[in-house]
């Protein structure tokens, strides 16, 4: 079965940067889009950025386009989400998510979820 495990959260001023990264094995990496979400303190998880399985396609949520970039790579069996000029807005548990419809925003097409990894944006 495939296992998504997402590393690379921390603490950042606003204006920062960060890139997070979702490491999968189990499974044939590349037979899944693979998407974003996160959930703020107190409020539902939300979708971020999707990719579909070669990269060819991504879409984000409006406010994070220009600032936020999500990539992979096949042959590392890794996917990534480069967040540039983060704002407190940005905080929260960020989570990595295979589906194998060729992209998704929606949370119900996600079939493996990694345990996600705190981002922390400090004003």
């Known amino acids: 079965q495939l296992q998504l495990v997402e590393s690379g959260g921390g603490f950042v001023q606003a204006g920062g940067s960060l890139r997070v990264s979702c490491a999968a094995s189990?499974?044939?990496?590349?037979?899944?889009?693979m998407g974003w979400f996160r959930k703020p303190p107190g409020k539902a998880r939300t979708f971020v950025a999707t990719?579909?399985?070669?990269?060819?396609?991504?879409y984000y949520r409006t406010s994070v386009e220009g600032r936020f970039t999500v990539s992979r790579s096949n042959a590392k069996n890794e996917v990534y989400l480069q967040m540039n000029n983060l704002k407190p807005e940005d905080m929260g548990i960020y989570f990595c998510?295979?589906?194998?419809?060729?992209?998704?925003?929606?949370?119900?097409?996600?079939?493996?979820w990694g345990r996600g990894t705190q981002v922390t944006v400090s004003s």
């Open positions: 998510a295979a589906t194998s419809a060729s992209y998704s925003m929606e949370e119900t097409d996600y079939t493996t």
């Open positions: 189990g499974d044939a990496f590349n037979d899944y889009a």
């Open positions: 990719i579909s399985r070669n990269g060819g396609i991504a």
